[in-house]
Structure formats: C-alpha cells, structure tokens
C-alpha cells in the first residue's frame, strides 16, 4: 500500500499543506509520512567551519517543523511517519518518493505564489518537474489568501 507524502518546511504554505494531507490521509486511510529536507548548499556560500554548526541547526528546525505536523496529525486522531533527508531537496524528494512507493506527493506554495491554472510559478513548475521524474502525482496547496490580499483567481 503506498503513501501520501508532505514535504514541509515551514511557513503559512506549510500550514495549509499538513492540514490538506492529514485531511486526505483520513479520507483514504493510506500511511502518511511528513518529509523535511535539509539542504545547508541551498544557503549559498557558508565558511567551510561553520558548515557542521548550520547543518545541526537545519536538523533542529526540521525535527521542530515534523513534531508540529506531527502534533496537527495527533490532534486530527492520526498516525503519521516523520522523515529528514539531507541533500538537493528536489533529489531528495525525488528518491524519497521512489523509495516509499508513494501514491501521492503534497506541496505547499507560499502566500506570495498565485493560482494559475497554467502552472507558471516556481512551485509548480517544481511539482510538474517531480511527477515528471517520478510518475508520482504531486499537488500543490495554497494557503487561504488573507483577507486585505487581492484575489488571482
């Protein structure tokens, strides 16, 4: 039986993401498994010293980011798996993916991305490259827009 998985990594986007998997994993009854993916290169150039400090703090925020998604599942009478990979989140996602036999892949855009049913912001051409490369169906989840923002849709 495959999986769902929710890549998280914090943020109102993040949010929205957890509640929308925790929601499916109860519809459907399937495993459910929080995915954080610390990549200290996507930080740009760090001191070669400081490296081993900032990976630890990557891996702190991930355990912290899991245990809320997790605590959400918990409250919402659910189980679910936490995982923390390290490496190119997309490559990352991508063998995590392969490795699980997942069903479905959840991604949360970021308050700042559009709706756009043509899939032009950076989240979506992220999730078409991963169901690309993986035949793993991926949705994105938009969090609700604040009240004072305008509408795209």
Not at 75 to 101: M, T
């Amino acid at each position: 039986m495959g999986c769902i998985v929710c890549a998280t990594r914090g943020g109102e986007g993040s949010r929205a993401v957890q509640m929308e998997a925790i929601r499916l994993a109860k519809e459907t009854k399937k495993p459910l498994v929080f995915l954080f993916v610390a990549d200290p290169e996507s930080l740009g150039e760090v001191e070669s010293g400081l490296i081993p400090a900032l990976r630890e703090e990557l891996y702190w925020m991930g355990k912290t980011l899991l245990h809320i998604a997790l605590r959400r599942a918990e409250l919402a009478d659910l189980q679910a798996d936490l995982v923390i990979r390290e490496g190119k989140v997309s490559e990352e996602i991508i063998r995590f993916l392969n490795e699980s036999k997942a069903e479905v892949l959840l991604l949360g855009a970021s308050r700042t991305t559009t709706h756009h049913i043509f899939g032009d912001d950076a989240i979506e051409r992220f999730a078409q490259s991963i169901e690309k490369e993986t035949g793993v169906p991926v949705r994105v989840i938009h969090p609700k827009p604040l009240i004072d923002e305008p509408q795209n849709d």
